[in-house]
């Protein structure tokens, strides 16, 4: 069974930066591509970003774009949300997530994590 263990949320002032990290723990079948969803208190959950197994293809919202970078490790079963420039708009709880193709919508992704708080403050 694959288990998501995502880290790296907390609190911090607009401007500021964060990394998010989601270890994959477990048999995983093969090559599987990763993403970030968020969903603040009182909204669907939405779409952050997406990577390929190889790294080579990645998409974002559009309100992260030249904000958020996400990368992965695939040595070390890494996946990384690298936030930058955080926004007050950028609370909510943060989940990785794990599918066998990259894809902005969430059916397409089997397996999750328990999510990560991030805070940012005005």
């Known amino acids: 069974q694959v288990q998501l263990g995502e880290s790296g949320g907390g609190l911090v002032q607009a401007g500021s930066s964060l990394r998010l990290s989601c270890v994959v723990s477990?048999?995983?079948?093969?090559?599987?591509?990763a993403a970030w969803f968020r969903q603040a208190p009182g909204k669907e959950r939405e779409f952050v970003a997406t990577i390929s197994w190889s790294g080579a293809r990645t998409d974002y919202l559009d309100s992260v774009k030249g904000r958020f970078t996400i990368s992965r490790d695939n040595a070390k079963n890494t996946v990384y949300l690298q936030m930058n420039s955080l926004k007050p708009e950028d609370t909510a709880v943060y989940y990785c997530?794990?599918?066998?193709?990259?894809?902005?919508?969430?059916?397409?992704?089997?397996?999750w994590g328990q999510g990560t708080q991030v805070t940012v403050s005005s």
């Open positions: 997530a794990l599918g066998p193709f990259t894809s902005t919508s969430r059916t397409a992704y089997g397996t």
């Open positions: 477990g048999r995983t079948s093969g090559t599987y591509a």
